[in-house]
């Protein structure tokens, strides 16, 4: 599988379409030279995500805002 991944871009969590938790884990690094991961999965239920499907997923996730960092005064 081709999980490419730019060091640059932010790689949001996608939520999962069986349990709808967005905790997700990258395991499996290639060796190919090229950066990316053999699996993703969700860390809740354990349902493994197909490339195609991550990076539709990961696409609509980069669409929305990220939520500020509450940082204590």
Do not use: H
């Not at 938790?21 to 860390?43: A, I, L, Y």
């Not at 195609?52 to 805002?65: I, M, N, S, T, V």
């Amino acid at each position: 599988m081709n999980w490419l991944t730019d060091s640059g871009d932010y790689t949001p969590p996608v939520k999962c379409p069986q349990c709808g938790e967005s905790q997700n884990r990258f395991s499996g690094r290639t060796v190919s030279g090229v950066d990316g991961f053999e699996k993703v999965d969700c860390m809740v239920c354990g349902r493994v995500f197909n490339a195609e499907e991550y990076q539709g997923l990961a696409a609509e996730a980069r669409l929305k805002p990220v939520p500020p960092i509450a940082r204590p005064v």
